[in-house]
């Protein structure tokens, strides 16, 4: 196996470099409705009359007006198998491997950060309640996660990635979901795997988000001024819709695709096959902007679509914000859990408390940044994990430390190996369609 990690670089607790100080003081809250013109907006583009104040800030609260319920609790029948999955999930995977003692705490993380085993229970729901599928599919990811380590990725590796504002994580849709926004016409790199580990992070971002209650996100596809030479190809995007359904179950909520140009309908008439029929219910395509105001706050939808929201990208602004909000350090560790599961105005409380800690448990209750040594995050790219921005893979310039380009190409050569597999799964149980 490749040196895909790098051992014992990470895991300072250390706050992450360029961090502004008054992200540090921010309230992380929905605009006050004050602030914004209570008339309805019906054009594509508000009316100056109409809009918020021009801003650089993330919505990282759902609007007052969304109620969301409770989770349910598991049902008596539920429960047997719930306890039976979550014992299987912490087995082996569909490799027969264990998981690597140095990353045994974060997967149990990722196990135990919804309450009542929604983890477990996303899968069992996306298997149609049949226990067998509900295992393989647990162990299929189980795998996929030890290996790719999603939770893990260094933001250095994909800062570069997130420049131009391509993927926008703020507001919320009707229903409590964080709304991720990819804008693939503003694409500033090559096709590579570190694409593909961007949109991994912003997904693991994005579930970073998600209020109490809430296990769903929703997508919003924006291509406009999106170029077939620029856009991924059909096998990239099969590799994307893999990761999704295999490994995302019961995550997506909604996907809205505005103005999709005509080679984007023939390509998604090609990906047809593979999308399993749960996930088509859940995409509107071609929605037009004033239907988009139907499941989106005004106050929190783009002005792009007729909303309130003036909201102007700044890379380090954006940058800052998601990694404070959602506790993300330098290393790819986590310096608090995330302020979703925080009250508002109580942010610097949680972070005291949090500091150390996987999941918001005091840092004496759980292993934390301060005692995770041991992990070395994903996708490092060319130089030390230390938040320092790397050249672009296709840049051959930068030739100063022949062991970290050994590691950089391995990692490329797993990560194509990972998304090749997931592709030739979905090919081979796309029949099946099991709900994503």
């Not at 100056?48 to 598991?74: K, Q």
């Not at 971002?205 to 620029?230: M, N, W, Y």
């Not at 500091?355 to 918001?360: E, F, M, T």
Request: proline share 8%; hydrophobic share 30%; aromatic share 8%.
């Amino acid at each position: 196996m490749s040196r895909f990690f790098r051992r014992g670089e990470g895991g300072s607790g250390a706050s992450t470099p360029g961090a502004s100080a008054a992200s540090s003081v921010r309230n992380y809250a929905s605009p006050s409705s004050s602030s914004l013109a209570s008339t309805p907006a019906t054009t594509t583009d508000s009316p100056s009359s109409l809009l918020g104040s021009p801003t650089s800030h993330l919505i990282t609260r759902p609007h007052p007006s969304v109620t969301i319920s409770p989770l349910p609790a598991p049902t008596e029948e539920e429960k047997p198998v719930l306890a039976r999955l979550r014992e299987h999930a912490g087995s082996m995977d569909e490799e027969g491997k264990p998981v690597e003692p140095y990353y045994e705490k974060w997967e149990r993380r990722w196990l135990d950060y919804e309450p009542e085993d929604w983890t477990v229970r996303r899968y069992y729901k996306a298997s149609a309640n049949k226990e067998p599928e509900a295992k393989r599919r647990l162990a299929h990811s189980l795998a996929w996660r030890r290996k790719m380590k999603p939770d893990l990725i260094l933001p250095s590796y994909v800062k570069i990635e997130g420049e131009t504002g391509k993927h926008l994580l703020s507001g919320f849709d009707d229903e409590g979901r964080p709304l991720l926004h990819l804008m693939p016409g503003k694409e500033n790199t090559k096709p590579s795997p570190r694409q593909i580990a961007y949109l991994i992070w912003g997904l693991e971002r994005a579930c970073d988000f998600l209020p109490p209650g809430q296990t769903k996100i929703a997508l919003v596809i924006d291509f406009h001024q999106a170029s077939a030479g620029e856009s991924p190809g059909l096998a990239t995007q099969k590799e994307v819709l893999a990761i999704v359904q295999d490994h995302y179950p019961e995550r997506l909520g909604r996907a809205f695709v505005m103005r999709p140009p005509l080679w984007m309908g023939a390509l998604y008439k090609a990906l047809g096959p593979f999308i399993d029929s749960a996930t088509r219910a859940k995409i509107k395509w071609n929605l037009p902007a004033k239907e988009l105001q139907g499941f989106i706050p005004g106050e929190q939808l783009l002005r792009d679509y007729g909303g309130r929201y003036n909201f102007t990208f700044e890379k380090e602004a954006f940058w800052d914000e998601v990694l404070d909000f959602t506790g993300v350090d330098a290393e790819g560790g986590r310096k608090w859990a995330s302020l979703a599961k925080c009250e508002s105005g109580n942010e610097e409380q949680w972070k005291k408390e949090g500091r150390g800690s996987l999941a918001g448990k005091p840092a004496e209750e759980s292993e934390g940044s301060e005692g995770n040594e041991g992990h070395d995050g994903l996708m490092s790219g060319k130089g030390p994990a230390n938040g320092t921005e790397h050249d672009d893979v296709t840049d051959d310039d930068d030739d100063d430390d022949d062991d970290d380009d050994d590691d950089f190409t391995d990692a490329q050569d797993d990560l194509a190996t990972i998304a090749t597999t997931a592709t030739s799964t979905t090919t081979t149980t796309a029949t099946a369609q099991p709900q994503a």
